[in-house]
């Protein structure tokens, strides 16, 4: 069946027999033909025409098939290559596959073999457009600020968009590794609205805020009567998230016993509610998080081994904020405009002082502790821009001198002091464009 789209198709050989019949042949299957009889003058005309698929004839004047295979890999053209090839040069054609060719096919053209090249072509240009769709999503991303809920254009998130666009459309369970504040919950948002899953329930439990009793029965719920006081049935997690995505926040505090029934439910996809029978079919992705270092998590016992591989079929790592500075200005903004708007305030932006102290800053408590200083900020403000002493917090005055400029330039040192510093064992050293990165201690 001829497909509902025309799609482009370069045919190359020095041989007019074989460009005629094979341009008649796929004219008459839909496609649109053009013909060619070298190498050279086919990658002229692939670098100003958008073909889905080029066949070629292994031997040609000028460029012959295989350097036309490596002229097409090293202008980045995506054109899938079907080469066309002798009995004698089989050798050459299987060179040509390692080469990138989508496959090839032997001579003489007789029906059989037309009959697979029609078989072929369709399976080509499917290859082809996912490779536009694949370029185009690239080139969006690299100017994208906003994914979701998410904010950032650095290369560290532009990878994790990726990441999220390759893996939303399945039902894989995703484990997201990364600190405190680093906006993991808002990556499992993003698998789930781009997800076929969307229009079902988001469903978000944090493990290391419940008690083990009620963290039990709030993922797998109730019957009546299951304990004392419970005088109607409850529904759990699970059912609650059916048809949709179910996110453990924090997994790695679950207690050991409750990993148990976790694990079973994730393989078996059931449940049974506390006090219950019956058993109780559930279809939910599982989106679980953790801000542990995994390897010292699994080494104490702390995490089940097999849990966490089925968990873990995809693993996303969200970089802290210190690693990805190049966000932290567009950040800081959105967050300055959000804040005036529900605050009532009309506010220019940040003073070069506050400027400074942001940017020195290695922020150990992420995104939500920039978020948070800037809504502090944008209360305290007293004049048309944000200072550096509405931004910076109380305990760390001691770094801003009289006149507001941040004293020997080491705010980022002395306010990474802390925390960040106890769990890097480096020295953070500030600068008013980049903080230097302090490593995370995922292994």
């Known amino acids: 069946m001829p497909p509902k789209v025309p799609h482009r198709i370069l045919v190359a050989d020095d041989e007019a027999a074989i460009t005629q ?67 004698a040069t089989i050798d050459s054609a299987v060179q040509a596959m390692r080469e990138g060719a ?8 007789n029906a059989e073999k037309l009959n697979r090249l029609k078989a072929l072509i369709p399976k080509a240009i499917e290859k082809y457009n996912i490779g536009q769709k694949n370029r185009e999503l690239s080139s969006k991303l690299e100017t994208l600020t906003h994914y979701g809920e998410l904010t950032g254009q650095s290369e560290e998130m532009r990878s994790v968009y990726q990441i ?31 997800s076929h899953r969307a229009n079902g329930t988001f469903f978000a439990l944090n493990c290391a805020a419940l008690p083990k009793d009620i963290l039990e029965n709030e993922l797998f719920g109730h019957e009546k009567g299951a304990f004392t006081g419970s005088v109607n049935e409850k529904a759990g997690a699970f059912e609650m998230a059916d048809g949709g995505t179910l996110f453990l926040d924090e997994v790695a505090e679950m207690p050991p016993d409750i990993q148990v029934k976790l694990l079973r439910a994730l393989e078996a996809r059931v449940v049974r509610r506390l006090g219950g029978k019956k058993e109780i079919a559930v279809d939910i992705r599982i989106v679980a998080a953790t801000n542990k ?36 200005q567009l950040l800081a903004n959105e967050f300055l405009v959000r804040f005036s708007q529900q605050n009532n305030k009309q506010l220019a932006g940040f003073d070069d002082s506050a400027w400074e102290w942001i940017h020195s800053y290695s922020w150990p408590g992420n995104v939500r502790e920039l978020k948070n200083a800037v809504e502090r900020a944008v209360i305290m403000a007293r004049g048309e821009q944000v200072t550096v002493r509405d931004i910076v917090p109380r305990h760390l005055h001691s770094t801003i001198g009289v006149n507001g400029n941040i004293v020997n330039g080491s705010a980022a040192g002395r306010a990474n002091g802390g925390a960040a510093a106890e769990e890097s064992g480096k020295k953070t050293a500030g600068s008013k464009s980049k903080a230097k990165p302090v490593k995370s201690g995922r292994k």
Request: aromatic share 4%; charged share 25%.
């Open 21 to 87: 019949g094979l341009s008649a042949i796929l004219s008459d299957e839909g496609y649109e033909v053009s013909v060619v009889s070298d190498g050279q003058t086919a990658l002229d005309e692939l670098a100003s025409g958008d073909y889905g698929v080029i066949l070629a004839d292994l031997k040609m004047p000028k460029v012959d098939g295989l350097a036309l295979l490596k002229e097409l890999q090293s202008r980045s053209i995506l054109t899938e290559a079907i080469i066309i090839t002798g009995q």
């Open 102 to 109: 989508y496959d090839y096919i032997e001579k003489p053209l």
């Open 164 to 194: 999220i666009d390759a893996v939303a459309p399945s039902n894989a369970s995703v484990l997201i590794l990364g600190e405190s504040g680093t906006g993991k919950e808002l990556v499992a948002r993003a698998l789930h609205t781009k």
């Open 293 to 328: 270092d995994l390897q010292k998590a699994l080494k104490d016992g702390e995490l089940r081994e097999d849990l966490y591989y089925r968990l873990a079929v995809v693993e996303l790592f969200l970089p802290p904020l210190r690693e990805r500075v190049s966000d932290v």
